[in-house]
């Protein structure tokens, strides 16, 4: 039984490892997600001024 125990603990370190950066990367492309439709929002802002003043030209 002591084997078992050992072979089982060994197996589920690994797995906690593995489940906490996978946590982390879809945490990473949540954010760079965010980024990116935060840029996007912002640069629309600016695209409808630019377009006033190509018009001006």
């Known amino acids: 039984m002591d084997n078992l125990d050992q072979v089982l603990k060994s197996v589920s370190q690994p ?8 946590k982390q990367r879809k945490w990473r492309e ?8 935060q840029l996007e929002k912002e640069l629309k802002i600016y695209e ?7 018009e001006e030209f």
């Open 15 to 22: 797995a906690k490892e593995k489940n906490t950066s996978n």
């Open 30 to 37: 949540i954010e760079l997600l965010r980024d990116k439709f």
């Open 48 to 54: 409808n001024s630019l377009e006033y003043m190509l």
